[in-house]
């Protein structure tokens, strides 16, 4: 028995280092498949909305301060989504590629995989990192074929575009389509009110009942200026003359006629029973002067709520810029042989450690 177990001793470096190193490197130098990467960097930008407005419009817009957000990370959650495997997968069959039984069994993917696994798989072959000064982002994918690569970062750069600026016209429609439709209402208003005036004013004959009331309002002064004469002539003619004389019924008969045309012309001034009557008038033009004004404050109200809309709406629109096109790479980049190798060699090196000095402590306890 203590014979086997010195014999276990012995051949422990060889079954637990030495021969899996062997395989492993075989495996890694001669089994592999190799992986070629396909590299892109992306950033996505904001109009400078300062360089595109006058002073004016940039004190409405907030002085043309960009507003910050988590963009770079809405780029990394698309890229692994599964509406972009289903994209990748529509346009290039990846699948395909990635389950071909000419690469070896530990890096390609089962044939029969379920959506999930693929799912996973793409992610394994996937990676997307953010530089955090720059909102660099960059995409690295992995396939069996040069050319595979490169369609598959070409691709998915293309989609992460078209979807980044979707979202951005989007939202900036639904926006602007909100407040076109506010300011139609507001304009509405305004055409209502000044047809209402102009209708208002064809129907009295009237371009401006105030004028036509100050003008009224001067010709009862007149009249009552010129009874005020007559009533002074008849006054010192009936001191000179009898009442039947011709000359004092003649300045009667005037003074009659200027006080019938008096009545008149007040009648048509304050008249409350009559529509007609300019006092009447000029009441309900003030009405629908005042509607006038309103609305047209509105509708200058809106303008510049309409204007100020179109630049935030400008401004937050977002454009994904390809930084670094993709190239076809020119030699694999996986698997990293001598890398690979030194820590697997390393880590069984680390087991034995632990082994003897298990083995060590249950010889001393004995």
């Known amino acids: 028995m203590k014979n086997i177990i010195n014999h276990i001793k012995q051949r422990l470096f060889l079954f637990i280092v030495i021969l899996p190193s062997l395989l492993f490197t075989v495996y890694q130098m001669v089994i592999a498949s190799p992986r070629y990467e396909a590299a892109t960097q992306l950033i996505v930008q ?29 780029v990394q959650s698309y890229i692994f989504s599964s509406d972009m495997l289903d994209y990748l997968e529509s346009e290039l069959e990846i699948k395909e590629h990635y389950t071909n039984h000419q690469y070896d069994i530990f890096s390609r993917l089962k044939s029969d995989s379920t959506y999930e696994e693929f799912y996973d798989y793409y ?44 979202i951005g016209h989007q939202l900036a429609e639904a926006q602007l389509e909100f407040i076109k439709k506010e300011h139609k209402v507001v304009e509405n208003k305004l055409q209502t009110a000044q047809q209402n005036l102009n209708d208002f004013q064809n129907k009295h004959n009237l371009l401006d009942p105030e004028q036509e009331s100050m003008a009224l309002s001067q010709i009862s002064y007149s009249i009552e200026a010129k009874i005020a004469q007559k009533k002074a002539e008849l006054t010192a003619l009936e001191s000179l003359m009898s009442k039947s004389a011709p000359q004092v019924l003649a300045v009667k008969n005037e003074l009659n006629s200027l006080i019938t045309q008096l009545r008149i012309e007040k009648t048509r001034l304050i008249n409350e029973n009559s529509t007609q009557s300019i006092n009447n008038v000029l009441n309900d033009f003030s009405n629908l002067k005042i509607d006038l004004e309103l609305a047209l404050r509105s509708f200058t109200s809106s303008t510049v709520s309409l204007e100020k809309s179109r630049i935030e709406a400008y401004r937050q629109l977002k454009f994904l810029i390809v930084v670094d096109k993709a190239k076809v790479p020119q030699q694999n980049r996986y698997p990293e042989v001598f890398y690979n190798i030194s820590l697997f060699i390393l880590l069984l090196t680390i087991f034995f450690g632990i082994m003897k000095i298990i083995m060590a402590t249950i010889h001393e306890l004995k």
């Open 123 to 166: 992610k394994s072959v996937l990676r997307v990192e953010i530089d955090d000064k720059s909102s660099i982002i960059s995409v690295y994918v992995q396939a069996f074929e040069p050319g595979m690569s490169y369609q598959i970062t070409q691709t998915i750069a293309e989609k992460s575009e078209w979807f980044i600026n979707n």
């Open 46 to 74: 904001q109009p400078d909305g300062m360089a595109t407005m006058d002073p004016g419009m940039a004190l409405l817009s907030g002085l043309g301060v960009s507003k910050g957000g988590h963009d770079t990370q809405l």
